[in-house]
């Protein structure tokens, strides 16, 4: 876990400057800070725009009665696209405008689903080995 925290704190930030001023050498300062507010300020446009059909989709489901599911983390997923077109850099903006398309969070989405149903099988096989024994009547809290 440390390791992974030290990348997102450390090292992917180091690269956004690197890179940044790597693009600010070739094509100059304004050219590049015009770029990337441009391309912030197209993201934001564009997350909220997906938010609002979001939102439409979340009512929606509700006044079906069923849960909304896929647009909480459709929602999720775009408020995380927005922290990142937020940020300057080319790699979080890059990052940002990949989460605005709905086909890429919904291979996010499809992972997620996968990874947490292999974690709640593993999790029921190990309660049910914990609680096997039908000799032992003392429950034992350590």
């Not at 800070?33 to 439409?56: P, T």
């Not at 890059?94 to 499809?110: A, D, Q, S, T, Y």
């Not at 689903?113 to 096997?132: E, G, H, P």
Request: glycine residues 6%; aromatic residues 14%; contains cysteine.
């Amino acid at each position: 876990m440390f390791w992974r925290l030290l990348l997102l704190f450390i090292l992917i930030p180091t690269l956004e400057l690197v890179g940044l001023w790597i693009f600010s050498a070739i094509f100059g300062i304004f050219f590049t800070l015009v770029l990337i507010i441009g391309i912030s300020m197209f993201g934001v446009i564009l997350a909220k725009r997906q938010g609002l059909r979001c939102w439409n989709d979340f009512n929606r489901q509700i006044d079906l009665g069923e849960t909304p599911t896929l647009p909480i983390m459709h929602g999720a997923l775009i408020l995380v696209a927005a922290a990142l077109l937020i940020v300057p850099g080319f790699f979080s903006d890059f990052c940002g405008i990949l989460l605005l398309f709905p086909i890429v969070r919904r291979i996010f989405i499809e992972h997620a689903i996968l990874k947490f149903d292999k974690y709640r099988k593993n999790a029921n096989r190990s309660n049910q080995n914990n609680f096997n024994n039908d000799n032992d009547n003392v429950l034992d809290i350590d």
